[in-house]
């Protein structure tokens, strides 16, 4: 029978709309955009950074608490300010949250609001997962210090060394499992927001900006994530064996048993010396964005930045055993990791002389973001010095567990990340909040915190010489430590009162004047823009040509070859009326992510579960069907809400000669206008 034979057509008729159901209560899709509840339901990735990094800063004030309890105890010998138990907690909690709920998050920080605006994207590739990454992290970390009011907190150190950990007999209260579980928990959050962040910055950067035209900042991080991608399972399995061992009997690490403790060791370390670079290169990141700006130059030999922080997160996976040559690992593993340890020298060697070689005939302005940065070149010398020295075994062995070691990775990771932080955030704080912090409060909040640096862990190399143990809750009167002990508690305190100095220049910047979008005369997208950005961060997808695009946007060169500003540069962004500012499609043109319930409910879930597995397995069922049910109603969620009132603008309704880039004027939403 041919297809022109009569017959009936298979065609629906149109009929009536169908009716419309309206979710109810807290089914329907949240729509705030200003308030606390806007904060609660966000996928904005600059909301988020902010989240990120003001949790930080609350966890970096309770861990410096703790470490101004340690610090107080070893002030004087026979210290009775805390028990041994307490002490214990007490630099086990501290070190914990230094590493895991402080400089990680706060790097996170950084990478969420910046990297897309550095790349000329939107928001990052995953915009739910990236608020599923905050509140798992916010989850774990709650958790974490919820082992106070639970029976206590873990007391074996950050490193939870097998078999105190795993034994029952060595640690019969929650508190190990409580790290355990805890860490598994923001495991998660770390490994989803590597995989977000890499995506991100493979698939969605602006047209012309290739991988060696990207800021440095976005390729530190974007190493780090890559160490974290693959560092974060090995851990994982580390917690997994030991939270066996200690709730269902495993026996992984019992010698009695015919196991190896060292076992846990490797795994740890494994994991643990790429988190050395996982901290650090970001921090490398920041203050190589923040010393071209205030040198007025660009930054000296970006290739070899770029290869050399790409050949330490290569050569990080190549130096663990360095932490266990007192384990008795045999000559030839000695040797071999020794010779690892002195090569990794190299490529940060030369980022250090790059930096140097910037500052160098540079016009130098040493505002507080460049005084942080300088800061951090020279302190993490003095840790990567003490680092190679443990590159020779016969000393590492020497000073194993003392305060050397403690003054060591102080130096690399205080000096080295958190110095870096603060150098970020003082250069960033302007275009996050629109308002600049003060010069005077900063440079004194700057003179203050290096000075009792300096002063806390400065002593601890002459301690580890003389032999002083870490970890010992107490010291005996005349073993010739006091005075380097009532320095370093000295010391400790300046920093505290560092902190709250700078506490006072955030909560007065409130009253200082707008800042302006470029208060720095920077070099790089995110300064292209209004501060605080819009939700839509760019008005115009920008197309990159070069290297710093933003910086030869403004200044180019005369007929004499001298550098000019020039008059005729764009803003990318609406911008305040004394930065002139571009014509802006109206935001209903853009498509944004909608908030979202289901990333906050989902880590709800994680907490349930390990609490369930602590005290009732009842809790963990709960856990579950909230996870299940979470993901279910994520699932059928659309990323982009279809009644959030925005625009549509069909592809192939762009004007054939609109320039690349540029984007269509928009639709109403709900009609079939063609764009004019």
């Known amino acids: 029978m041919a297809l022109t034979d009569d017959r009936p057509v298979l065609e629906l008729t149109a009929g009536e709309d169908a009716e419309r159901r309206e979710p109810l209560g807290v089914f329907r899709r949240p729509t705030a955009t200003t308030g606390w509840r806007s904060w609660l339901t966000s996928v904005d990735h600059k909301k988020i950074g902010i989240m990120y990094g003001a949790t930080a800063m609350v966890f970096f004030a309770i861990g410096g608490l703790e470490a101004l309890l340690i610090r107080t105890q070893l002030a004087t010998p026979d210290g009775q300010v805390l028990s041994e138990q307490a002490y214990n907690q007490a630099f086990t909690m501290h070190g914990t949250t230094m590493v895991f709920l402080v400089i990680m998050p706060m790097l996170a920080a950084f990478a969420n609001y910046l990297i897309p605006l550095m790349i000329g994207a939107r928001d990052v590739a995953f915009p739910r997962l990236n608020a599923l990454s905050y509140w798992i992290f916010l989850a774990g970390g709650l958790f974490l210090y919820s082992s106070f009011f639970l029976g206590g907190a873990p007391d074996n150190g950050w490193t939870s060394y097998a078999p105190l950990s795993n034994n029952l007999a060595y640690s019969p209260g929650m508190g190990q499992d409580f790290w355990t579980l805890g860490l598994q928990i923001t495991g998660i959050a770390s490994l989803a927001s590597a995989v977000n962040l890499i995506v991100t910055v493979i698939n969605m950067r602006a047209p012309g900006m290739t991988l060696m035209r990207m800021p440095i900042f976005v390729w530190m991080s974007l190493v780090a994530q890559f160490l974290l991608l693959f560092a974060i399972p090995v851990i994982t399995v580390a917690l997994f064996l030991l939270m066996f061992d200690r709730l269902f009997g495993a026996n992984f690490f019992n010698v009695a048993e015919g196991a190896d403790p060292l076992l846990w060791q490797h795994l740890f370390w494994i994991f643990g010396h790429p988190e050395v670079y996982i901290l650090i290169l970001p921090a490398f990141g920041i203050i190589s964005e923040v010393i071209p700006a205030f040198a007025r130059k660009p930054l000296f030999g970006y290739p070899f930045m770029v290869?050399?922080?790409?050949?330490?997160?290569?050569?990080?996976?190549?130096?663990?055993?360095?932490?266990?040559?007192?384990?008795?690992?045999?000559?030839?593993?000695?040797?071999?990791?020794?010779?690892?340890?002195?090569?990794?020298?190299?490529?940060?060697?030369?980022?250090?002389?790059?930096?140097?070689?910037?500052?160098?005939?540079?016009?130098?302005?040493?505002?507080?973001?460049?005084?942080?940065?300088?800061?951090?070149?020279?302190?993490?010398?003095?840790?990567?010095?003490?680092?190679?020295?443990?590159?020779?075994?016969?000393?590492?062995?020497?000073?194993?567990?003392?305060?050397?070691?403690?003054?060591?990775?102080?130096?690399?990771?205080?000096?080295?990340?958190?110095?870096?932080?603060?150098?970020?955030?003082y250069f960033w704080w302007p275009k996050v909040f629109g308002r600049m912090l003060s010069e005077t409060i900063g440079k004194a909040h700057f003179w203050l915190m290096f000075a009792g640096f300096n002063l806390?862990?400065?002593?601890?190399?002459?301690?580890?010489?003389?032999?002083?143990?870490?970890?010992?809750?107490?010291?005996?009167?005349?073993?010739?430590?006091?005075?380097?002990?009532?320095?370093?508690?000295?010391?400790?305190?300046?920093?505290?009162?560092?902190?709250?100095?700078?506490?006072?220049?955030?909560?007065?910047?409130?009253?200082?004047?707008?800042?302006?979008?470029?208060?720095?005369?920077?070099?790089?997208?995110?300064?292209?823009?209004?501060?605080?950005?819009?939700?839509?961060?760019?008005?115009?997808?920008?197309?990159?040509?070069?290297?710093?695009?933003?910086?030869?946007?403004?200044?180019?060169?005369?007929?004499?070859?001298?550098?000019?500003?020039?008059?005729?540069?764009?803003?990318?962004?609406?911008?305040?009326?004394?930065?002139?500012?571009?014509?802006?499609?109206?935001?209903?043109?853009?498509?944004?992510?909608?908030?979202?319930?289901?990333?906050?409910?989902?880590?709800?879930?994680?907490?349930?579960?390990?609490?369930?597995?602590?005290?009732?397995?009842?809790?963990?069922?709960?856990?579950?069907?909230?996870?299940?049910?979470?993901v279910y109603g994520w699932s059928l969620e659309p990323s982009v809400d279809p009644d959030a009132g925005h625009g549509h603008v069909e592809p192939d309704r762009v004007d054939d000669d609109d320039d690349p880039g540029t984007a269509a004027d928009p639709v109403a939403a709900g009609t079939t206008e063609e764009p004019s």
């Not at 050949?311 to 030839?332: D, K, N, R, T």
């Not at 090569?343 to 040493?366: D, Q, S």
């Not at 002459?462 to 370093?488: F, S, V």
């Open 307 to 425: 290869f050399s922080g790409v050949a330490i997160g290569f050569m990080g996976w190549g130096v663990w055993a360095h932490h266990m040559f007192a384990s008795g690992l045999g000559p030839v593993s000695v040797a071999a990791f020794s010779l690892s340890t002195m090569f990794i020298a190299v490529p940060t060697g030369v980022k250090i002389f790059n930096w140097i070689a910037t500052l160098w005939n540079g016009k130098l302005n040493f505002t507080v973001p460049m005084l942080f940065a300088v800061a951090l070149v020279s302190q993490f010398v003095i840790g990567g010095l003490s680092g190679v020295t443990h590159s020779v075994a016969p000393h590492d062995t020497q000073q194993h567990d003392t305060y050397y070691i403690v003054a060591h990775f102080h130096y690399v990771l205080f000096g080295g990340s958190m110095f870096g932080i603060f150098a970020g955030v």
């Open 456 to 630: 806390t862990f400065g002593p601890m190399h002459i301690l580890g010489l003389q032999g002083q143990p870490r970890r010992t809750a107490t010291y005996a009167e005349g073993m010739g430590w006091d005075l380097m002990n009532q320095l370093a508690t000295w010391g400790s305190y300046l920093i505290a009162a560092s902190f709250l100095l700078w506490i006072f220049n955030v909560v007065k910047s409130r009253a200082n004047p707008p800042a302006g979008a470029d208060p720095w005369d920077a070099r790089t997208l995110e300064w292209s823009i209004s501060s605080p950005p819009p939700a839509h961060n760019f008005d115009i997808e920008p197309t990159v040509s070069q290297l710093d695009e933003w910086w030869h946007r403004k200044y180019g060169e005369d007929d004499h070859g001298v550098i000019v500003r020039r008059d005729d540069y764009e803003w990318m962004s609406v911008v305040g009326p004394e930065e002139g500012g571009t014509s802006a499609p109206p935001p209903e043109s853009i498509h944004l992510p909608s908030p979202s319930y289901w990333p906050i409910v989902l880590a709800l879930g994680l907490p349930l579960i390990a609490y369930g597995l602590l005290f009732t397995y009842w809790l963990s069922a709960l856990g579950g069907l909230v996870l299940i049910a979470s």
